[in-house]
Every structure is written in C-alpha cells, then in structure tokens.
C-alpha cells in the first residue's frame, strides 16, 4: 500500500499519478477526513478497468498499518516568499509524522516532499530512527528536471539531447546546478553558453516564476515522486539526485542534502560519487552549511 500524508495539490496528483496507472492500493491521509474523502472519491473515477487496487481517505494515522512506501506532502501553512518561512512549525509537524510512521508501518520506505525538503528530511530520519536509506527526500530530481527544461528553452534543443544534468545541495536559493558534467548533443556544455548564472537565477526562481501564474507546483513533483515510488514497487533501480542524511559522502556528516543516489526496492542502495569542478565543490560545501545552519536554529 501507498499512503500519502497530505490531501493538497502535490498529494492528489501523485495518488491520482499511482492509482491510474494501477501501481497499488492508495491512501490518502489528511488532518480534513473531508478533503482525503473527496480527493479518492475523484479519483477513484481514475482506476484502469483491468486494475485490482483502490484509494480511500481517511484522518485516521492508525490505518497507516500495512503500508510499503509513505509519501508525505502535509504542510501547515503556505510559503509565499521563502520555502523556510514555517520552518518551526513544520519541523513540528515533520516530528508527529515521523511518531505515527514508526508506530503504525515501521518498515515503510518514506518520501519526504515537504518544505523545507532538507531540514525536514533530516528531523524525520532523527525523530524515527529510521534508517538513513529508508528516508528520501524527493526534490533535487525535480531541480534537475528545471535545469533540464531551461538549457533546451536557451539552446533550443530537445530535452532528449541533454545528458548528465545534475542539481545538488539544498532545495532552496543554495541549490548547486552541476553544468561541468552536462553535454548537449555530445558537446559540453560550457562550449555553448557564455555564462552559469542566467540558467543557475531560472532555475532556483523557478518556483517564484509559475506563482506569477498559478498558486503553486504540483505536476513536476508528483510525477518525479511517482517515478520513485514506480521503481521501489516493481523492484527497479532509478539513479536520480535526492537529499539523504550524510554520514562523511561529500565530506559532510550530520546534515541532509541532494546528492546522486541510487534507489531500488530498498530505498537508497548506494549515494554516488561525481566529479565536481572547483566552483561547484565549494558551492556545494556552502549549501550544507546553509542547511545545517537551519537545522541547528531549530529549538528542539
């Protein structure tokens, strides 16, 4: 079973993502009964003909019970300016969770989502006791996928000619976009811009930018945390960016952060090695300070 704590946009659309391609049961779990009733309730209309799962909502944490993998997507209050704004509250928050999950499903994988990604990622493995690996912080693979799409919107090139694009460190102002390892069309790169910091301001902005429009993301992390939750359950490997806490890779210790993972139908089987050019290893070094700046502000 899948169970996903938090019935808003980002939670819809990765049950609505689950359920339709008929990947196992869902639930969706939500402080509203209401809004977890509503949400199956629409997207029940979702499930393939051939599929033998279900979705139902529930505010009840005990029915957490039997879970392989949970998603959690809750927040207390909306971001408008900065992904930390609620940071004390939702670390709060990030803390209960993590107290049902190890009560009702103790051997669940767990995805976080919520804001800010890299500090509650690691107050949930702390609070649990989870293993590391078990703990995954899904957003630097969604930074990567923006990194993507504005390198092709630059060149304007396909997203299909662009390899090896990387963004590291925090989900936040601090993110590390790796431009020495990514090729065009076979080409580096650094041959084809003159500059890191138009693409480097698009990207960490990305998310200032869609608010001009609609309220907030849903789509690129639904499918990003669906692509995960694809691989733990039909026992697939995926190599992608996501924040684990660190014991000593990039020289850090103590602190959570994107970094290359792999992931199969254990969670996290190994974090990967890059190669960084000198900008980036310090940029990266600065990012975790940053992150465990946040996390020691917290009053715990």
């Not at 092709?152 to 990387?166: F, G, K």
């Amino acid at each position: 079973m899948i169970s996903i704590v938090g019935s808003g946009r980002v939670g819809a659309s990765t049950a609505f993502l689950c359920v339709s391609n008929g990947l196992d049961d869902v639930l969706l779990v939500n402080r509203s009964k209401e809004k977890a009733l509503g949400e199956a309730l629409d997207i029940a209309s979702a499930i393939p003909a051939h599929s033998n799962f279900s979705i139902r909502g529930t505010d009840d944490y005990s029915e957490l019970v039997g879970s392989d993998i949970v998603v959690i997507t809750a927040s207390v209050e909306v971001y408008t300016k900065d992904r930390t704004e609620n940071m004390d509250l939702q670390v709060k928050m990030i803390k209960d969770i993590a107290n049902k999950i190890k009560q009702y499903c103790p051997s669940a994988i767990v995805l976080i989502v919520s804001n800010p990604l890299d500090v509650l990622t690691y107050f949930f493995q702390k609070q649990s006791g989870f293993p590391r690996f078990r703990v995954i912080g899904i957003a630097s693979s969604l930074d990567t996928s923006r990194f993507r799409y504005y390198i092709s919107e630059t060149l304007s090139v396909p997203q299909s000619s662009i390899s090896n694009a990387i963004v590291l460190g925090e989900h936040g102002d601090s993110m590390v976009l790796v431009f020495s390892c990514v090729s065009v069309g076979g080409n580096p790169l650094f041959s084809m811009i003159d500059s890191r910091d138009t693409i480097t301001e698009n990207v960490r902005n990305y998310w200032k930018t869609l608010r001009n429009f609609k309220s907030r993301s849903q789509f690129g992390i639904a499918k990003n945390t669906f692509d995960v939750i694809d691989a733990i359950l039909k026992k697939k490997e995926i190599v992608i960016p996501a924040s684990v806490v660190l014991e000593g890779e990039y020289g850090e210790n103590d602190v959570a952060m994107g970094v290359p993972v792999k992931i199969n139908q254990n969670g996290i089987s190994e974090i990967q090695k890059i190669k960084l050019d000198d900008t980036e290893s310090s940029s990266l070094k600065k990012s975790s300070e940053i992150i465990r700046n946040y996390i020691n502000s917290i009053h715990q």
